[in-house]
């Protein structure tokens, strides 16, 4: 991958891990309002869910900010941009529309072909176990 490409990707990484520990902050500081200003139980209510749907927001974004600083440390290695199974470069294009990707298309395409019949591996094994069970 070009230098300056590779820079883009950069300042792309840092530019979105800013936003997310920005918006992280601007949570808290309005969570420790609304605590204080709830008290009956229907807004304790809403306030829970609001928790709930803020904590899943939470979980993904660390989910993210795990992916960006990896992403980083690939850069900074060099190996940036290429695929984890076969080593060959990911499209940029590919990169433009996902920039944490670690797979090339035929990769990912093959990862989740496999993914599916684990997944069906899976089911046949649990429902096997129900049977069992019902058995015993
Ligand atoms: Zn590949």
Redesign the pocket.
């Known amino acids: 991958m070009r230098k300056d490409k590779l820079k883009q990707f950069k300042r792309l990484f840092e530019a979105q891990k800013r936003n997310i520990l920005f918006n992280d902050r601007v949570i808290r500081e309005d969570f420790s309002v609304s605590n204080d200003d709830r008290y009956d139980e229907l807004d304790q209510a809403t306030s829970d869910s609001e928790q709930y749907m803020r904590m899943r927001l939470r979980n993904r974004e660390i989910l993210y900010i795990k992916k960006i600083d990896e992403a980083l440390k690939r850069i900074e290695e060099g190996v940036f941009g290429e695929?984890?199974?076969?080593?060959?470069p990911?499209e940029v294009r590919r990169l433009e529309a996902r920039p944490t990707a670690t797979?090339?298309?035929?990769?990912?395409e093959?990862a989740e072909r496999k993914e599916v019949l684990t997944a069906a591996g899976h089911q046949h094994k649990s429902l096997g176990e129900t049977f069992t069970r019902k058995l015993s």
């Open positions: 695929c984890d199974e076969c080593g060959e990911i797979l090339c298309v035929g990769c990912k093959d």
